[in-house]
């Protein structure tokens, strides 16, 4: 059994405190996984919230069957896909000018970093149109790129996540790289 | 493009951070749900138990008290006096079973009378007389 699967039978047990060191080891990974599907941080940060307040109060209900980040990644995606399911996110493209009250204006974005406005400007670019050649791709393509690429998890645990089988993660991966260079091809 | 140029491209990609208040907020969510949830209980459990109050204070007030050992002759006589027999043997048959009517009704030797055939009585009260089945004849 892995260790996140016996804190999770700690918190079980009624030792609370040890869901806290789930929270501190997850958030992050989480958060990114859903955001990369939603291209929102607020709608990540409220599905997260979502995703461990369902573990949280299902945690008398807990059995150590998979390893727990396969358990928290199904739940991460199922809850995603139903806010996708709802809404399709929108994609900003940073041509689009933003309309405001003196007309049209062109879309500033804000530099976090101490780096050159123009090479602020150039990766803000590159991570959206990473993110809009992401965002075109089949979900399931998407979903696989995703846990492969951002958050490290093996051809097998994708499967358990996806409920496929290890010939099909490999198949939709080599495809979603496939799509993924044909858009991107052009730009680098 | 190869595989790893393309992994870096997907490098850039942002990488976000959950607010700092992010655990609060989750306890805090937590904390609310449970009084929820408390709550939900709370007002489903109110109403029921005041219904079964209800229904057990109807129940003991209404029911008729048991029977006291000591009235019962008393209860008998009443039924005696007021009822005819058909209506009594009518009751009794509701609430008893015939062989508790027949056995509170009747003595041994009315029953034997009753149920048993002329002949074996017969037989039987040869047997009595001769002293019993041992009888040696000799």
Redo the contacts between chains.
């Keep these: 059994m892995d260790a996140d699967s016996e804190l999770m039978l700690r918190v079980k047990k009624g030792e609370i405190s040890a869901f806290n060191q789930i929270l501190e080891k997850y958030q992050r990974p989480i958060i990114n996984f859903v955001y990369r599907f939603l291209g929102s941080k607020e709608k990540a940060e409220e599905i997260t919230q979502e995703v461990f307040l369902r573990i949280y109060l299902a945690r008398g209900r807990y059995r150590p069957r998979a390893k727990f980040s396969t358990y928290i990644y199904r739940i991460a995606r199922n809850l995603s896909l139903n806010v996708l399911r709802k809404k399709r996110p929108q994609i900003v493209s940073l041509d689009e000018p933003i309309s405001g009250e003196n007309g049209e204006m062109k879309r500033e974005l804000p530099d976090s970093r101490q780096i050159s406005p123009a090479e602020a400007l150039k990766k803000k670019e590159i991570q959206l149109l990473v993110k809009k050649a992401l965002d075109s791709l089949p979900q399931p393509q998407k979903t696989a790129i995703i846990l492969n690429r951002y958050n490290d998890l093996s051809y097998e645990e994708i499967g358990r996540i996806m409920n496929l089988s290890l010939p099909a993660v490999k198949s939709l991966l080599h495809r979603g790289k496939e799509n993924l260079k044909e858009k991107l091809a052009k730009l680098f | 493009?190869d595989?790893q140029?393309?992994?870096e491209?997907?490098?850039?990609?942002?990488?976000?951070?959950?607010?700092t208040n992010?655990?609060m907020?989750?306890w805090q969510?937590?904390e609310g749900?449970e009084e929820k949830r408390r709550s939900l209980i709370f007002r489903r459990l109110v109403p029921a138990v005041a219904a079964l109050t209800i229904l057990l204070l109807a129940i003991f007030t209404h029911l008729p008290k048991p029977l006291q050992y000591s009235q019962a002759p008393l209860v008998t006589q009443k039924a005696v006096e007021n009822f005819t027999t058909e209506e009594l043997l009518v009751e009794t048959v509701n609430y008893s079973d015939l062989k508790t009517i027949i056995v509170e009704t009747f003595s041994s030797e009315e029953i034997l009378t009753a149920f048993v055939p002329e002949e074996i009585l017969e037989e039987m009260q040869i047997i009595n007389e001769r002293g019993g089945e041992n009888f040696n004849e000799t």
């Design positions: 493009m595989d140029k393309l992994w491209i997907l490098g850039i990609s942002k990488d976000i951070k959950p607010s992010f655990r907020k989750f969510r937590v749900l």
